[in-house]
């Protein structure tokens, strides 16, 4: 090692920026705060190669004198606080004067500003953190701010990135959310010329909702109001047939500022948790006021998160105001919205055991149904073990190891009992073996499909169904329509971002279509990456056995046991389900009898 020396403006800066500007998103997101802290009614941000070829952040805010340009770019320079104390009743969005330094060392800028004042404005030039050129220029009033070449410098951040179209993606919804929480500011987001989305700047959250999400989706939101003291939530929860796979459309607004609240989150999904099927989440914009000193800004690099002094306070109250909207509207009420799953199941398991058989071998002969009693269609159907009667107990064989029909990895097993009822006991040769249910159905179902590719057919849809998608919603399903197409969806473009779903593959259960193919949407949005045709048909596979797959305390006959046995038994890997857990467990002849002492 070196002495200690004190690192050049340029490392500096550029160390720095590593945690201000992360990628092109983050950029984004300081320009468009600084225009909101420049108080512009207008802004528009448009974008070249999902940002990383080029940003500009365009607003008619408060622009900057030509004697301030060259501060706006110097380390720690901000007009928006003067000391420490500052800091706690900031309400502008930045504070810490760092991001146009960050982005000025990793970037090639140009600004272009004019304060409303002066008659002529002032257009800067910055490379490598300083500026290298500064003119008097003819333009409106309000800043316009150019970024180029984003981590030129910095070649090993720039491998880091994804495609312009994920990169654009992320871009689409960190500005999506910002709008969201300024309703009162027309924004607008542009990529290569063409518009992603805009919204009116009425101050109405139902309006930014409607020009974000789509219209339909707007109709489908239900107010939320509550106050507590010094506390109020205002904004719209989905009703739960909104639910997404994943939380994009999850957006927390505390006192205008769009911030990441694990907490606040954790509340919002409480109060929708007997609303909503497993691992699905809530559609919901809600935006918090506090009082400026119950917050602090100052937590995180690049304040994506903040720290709420009464979070727990603030916890309860969202989660109250929510439940007393899905209730006192009856939505649908939790049990309505079970039996509603439920249904769908029945329709799904008779498709798949009437219309999936045919993915069988021949000789395995029609399978059986899944029986239902009366009390079980009812959903009434108590949590015991059930025992097989013994007149069709089924007689186990003698010898050990497999037996001479046995066809696969797995010994032939007969099916004994339900356990719990969430277990098969099944019996062969060599002991007992437990198997989840569900985990071994989806991994049937899982093969099944996949071993059916190509032969997928399509059922058109008694009513099509509109698909009003967001910007990197269509971008992706562009990527993907040939796949989708190929799966048995049957897509037309309906003009702008809004899609028609026309028809969709026989095995989806009837109701469903629209969810399952924003699932699989949202999956890949989520994922960042456009798929090759396996993992699409793969994902596909996965969340067809996911959804098709009886369920952990669902009962099942004897019959459907064994058809579900004997399809386990027919599967490359009947090990473990698609998610990697484990599908069987052995208990042996020899440990049986080590037990025994025998
Ligand atoms: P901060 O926002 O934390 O103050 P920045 O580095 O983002 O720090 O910006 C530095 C300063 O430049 C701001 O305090 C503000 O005075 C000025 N500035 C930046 N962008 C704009 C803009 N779009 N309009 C007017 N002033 C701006
Ligand atoms: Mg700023």
């Known amino acids: 090692m070196s002495g200690i020396v004190i690192l050049d403006e340029i490392t500096a800066g550029q160390i720095a920026a ?5 990628r092109p998103v983050s950029a984004v997101k300081e320009l468009v705060e600084n225009a909101l802290d420049a108080g512009a009614s207008i802004i528009t941000i448009d974008l070249t190669e999902g940002g990383l070829a080029g940003i500009a952040v365009t607003d008619n805010g408060c622009g900057i004198a030509g004697e301030d340009i060259n501060l706006a770019f110097q380390r720690h320079a901000t007009s928006k606080i003067r000391t420490a104390s500052d800091l706690s009743r900031v309400t502008t969005l930045g504070f810490r004067g760092e991001a146009l330094p960050s982005i000025a060392s990793v970037a090639r800028v140009i600004m272009t500003t004019r304060v409303s004042g002066s008659v002529l404005g002032t257009r800067a030039e910055v490379q490598g953190g300083s500026i290298v050129k500064v003119a008097p220029a003819g333009c409106p009033a309000g800043t316009i701010i150019e970024v180029k070449d984003l981590f030129y410098n910095t070649p090993a951040r720039r491998k880091t990135m994804k495609s312009s179209t994920a990169e654009g993606a992320l871009i689409s919804e960190q500005v999506s959310r910002m709008a969201l929480a300024r309703t009162g500011v027309r924004i607008e987001l542009r990529t290569q010329g063409r518009r992603v989305f805009y919204t009116p700047g009425t101050g109405r959250l139902i309006d930014a909702i409607a020009s974000v999400y789509g219209a339909q989706l707007g109709k489908e939101m239900l107010k939320v109001t509550a106050a507590d003291g010094n506390l109020s939530v205002e904004g719209y929860a989905g009703k739960p047939s909104l639910s997404r796979s994943t939380r994009s459309h999850l957006t927390i607004i505390v006192n205008g500022r769009y911030v990441r609240c ?3 989150v954790a509340a919002i999904e409480d109060a929708y948790r007997t609303l909503l099927p497993k691992g699905r989440k809530p559609v919901a914009v809600l935006s918090l006021s506090v009082a400026p000193e119950e917050l602090d800004v100052n937590v995180h690099p690049a304040k994506l998160e903040v720290r709420l002094l009464e979070e727990e306070r603030i916890a309860r109250l969202v ?5 007393s909207v899905l209730r006192e509207r009856s939505v649908i009420p939790a049990a309505v919205i079970e039996r509603r799953y439920k249904n769908h199941r029945q329709n799904y398991d008779q498709k798949a055991f009437t219309q999936v058989p045919a993915l069988f071998p021949r000789e395995s002969g029609p399978a059986p149904l ?5 009390q079980e269609q009812e959903g009434s159907v108590p949590v015991q073990v059930i025992y097989s009667k013994p007149d069709n107990a089924p007689v186990l064989a003698q010898q ?3 037996e001479e029909n046995d066809i696969g990895k797995l010994p032939l097993l007969k099916p004994l009992a339900q356990l719990l009822p969430t277990y098969i006991l099944a019996g062969s040769g060599d002991g007992l073996y437990i198997i989840d249910q569900h985990a071994a159905h989806e991994r049937v179902l899982y093969e099944e499909f996949l071993a059916g590719q190509g032969k997928h057919s399509s059922q058109c849809l008694l009513v099509p169904v509109t698909l009003e998608l967001e910007y990197r919603e269509t971008s992706i399903l562009s990527e993907l329509v040939l796949w989708f197409t190929d799966a048995g969806f049957i897509i037309e473009h309906f003009g702008g971002n809004t899609f028609l779903l026309r028809g969709a593959p026989a095995y989806l259960p009837a109701g469903l279509e629209k969810e399952f193919f924003l699932d699989i949407i949202d999956y890949f949005k989520e994922k960042g990456l456009i798929p090759g045709r396996l993992e699409f048909m793969e994902r596909l596979a996965a969340s067809v056995a996911c959804r098709g797959a009886i369920k952990a305390g669902e009962t099942m006959s004897l019959s459907a046991m ?6 386990l038994t027919l599967t490359e890997n009947p090990f473990t389900c698609p998610h990697g857990r484990p599908t069987i467990i052995h208990l042996s002849k020899r440990d049986l009898e080590n037990r025994f002492k025998r």
Do not use: Q, S, W, Y
Request: proline fraction near 4%.
């Open 18 to 22: 590593g945690e201000v500007v992360e």
């Open 262 to 264: 694990p907490a606040i």
């Open 319 to 323: 989660a109250g105001a929510l439940r």
């Open 370 to 374: 899944f029986t239902r009693t009366k």
């Open 400 to 402: 050990e190891g497999l």
């Open 562 to 567: 064994e058809a579900l046995l004997h399809r």
